[in-house]
């Protein structure tokens, strides 16, 4: 690893078993960065590659200050390959893409000009993908159409890898597992301004695809993930304790109910089922409530633990003495 110095941009690229791509990715990268006459870094991140890969990188570290390379012990997956180009990066915009040729260097430069205009978030849309349609490009509309109706930020390509970020949002973002993709949902409630912008795509030429027709199933469980974490993270009391009050309340409503019939009709109510149903009612409105209440406990332990906090500032000033 290089020094820290700042940088304007880094271009994170998560590297798996792309020996043949690597050459004319950097080449393509470097004429591109050079023509924008901005200070830039470029982070492989190589995950674990079985192929000469890691070699390469080397290589192209040791003869270009501007190349960073980084490696992991073994293969973590895409996210955790950005997740570590993220942690790293020095720059005050990152831009993720594959390392497979199918994203274009040569669009980075609009990208960056589409940040100019204030947004935090430039997110690639392949307009028109060079992916086998049945297996690749359906399942993907159908999965963005669903990501964007339930985390309410309304892309249509969220599988792009093509992405520019302000380091702020990029550094802060808090995810696992396989949520890449998620990062412009993610970034939402740190108040990040998100926008999308039409991409190139190239079919792959060298090398194979990683993933398979199982990722669109993976993805639809990490959506649930999603918007638990949107919605109930910083706030599960409301979303248990709601529906625990309302049970409560109709549990009570029940209960009254029979309380009247005995005291004033003197009917018995001791065999009616209604008071099974009551009783239930008012349990588990206690049970949701306390659950609401010891999740509480738990989001505290979570944020203190990682010495996390539920907001991002944007500034602050301060007259010191
Ligand atoms: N990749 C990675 N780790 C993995 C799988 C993929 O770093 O476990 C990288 C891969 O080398 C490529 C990018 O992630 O640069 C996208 O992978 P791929 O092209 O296979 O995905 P697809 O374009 O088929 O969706
Ligand atoms: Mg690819």
């Known amino acids: 690893m290089k020094e820290n110095k700042k940088v304007n941009l880094s271009i994170v690229v998560p590297i798996y078993n792309e020996e043949e791509n690597l050459p004319i990715l950097y080449e393509k990268l470097k004429k591109v960065l050079d023509s924008i006459g901005k200070s830039y870094e470029i982070i492989f991140v190589n995950d674990g590659s079985t192929d ?48 497979d040729l199918q994203n274009d260097p040569e669009d980075i430069p609009r990208l960056l000009e589409k940040m100019t205009e204030g947004y935090d978030i430039v997110s690639g849309w392949r307009k028109d993908r060079k992916d086998a349609f049945l297996s690749r490009t359906l399942p993907s509309r159908i999965a963005n159409w669903l990501i964007s109706k339930v985390t309410g930020v309304h892309l249509h390509d969220y599988g792009c890898s093509l992405k520019a970020y302000k380091a702020d949002i990029a550094k802060n973002l808090d995810y696992f597992g396989e949520m890449h993709r998620f990062l412009p949902a993610l970034a939402k409630p740190m108040g990040a301004k998100i926008t999308e912008l039409p991409v190139k795509h190239h079919p792959r030429i060298y090398g194979k695809s990683k993933y398979g027709i199982s990722r669109t199933f993976k993805v639809i469980l990490d959506l649930f993930l999603v918007k638990f974490l949107l919605d109930y993270r910083t706030k599960p009391l409301r979303v248990f304790g709601g529906t625990g009050l309302i ?75």
Request: glycine share 10%; net charge neutral.
């Open 247 to 321: 049970l409560l309340l109709f549990g009570f409503a029940v209960l009254l109910y029979l309380v009247g019939i005995k005291l004033f009709l003197g009917q018995d109510i001791g065999n009616r089922p209604l008071l099974t149903f009551g009783t239930l009612l008012v349990l588990s409105g206690i049970q949701l409530l306390s659950t609401g209440i010891v999740a509480e406990l738990i989001v505290r332990t979570y944020y203190e633990s990682q010495n996390k906090r539920p907001y991002l500032i944007k500034e602050i000033i301060r007259k010191s003495e």
């Open 52 to 99: 000469k890969s890691w070699e390469i990188i080397k290589e192209l570290a040791e003869k270009d200050p501007n190349v960073i390379g980084v490696t992991f012990k073994r293969n973590y997956g895409q996210t955790a390959a950005m997740s570590a180009g993220f942690d790293i990066a020095n720059g005050e915009i990152i831009i993720t893409m594959d390392g």
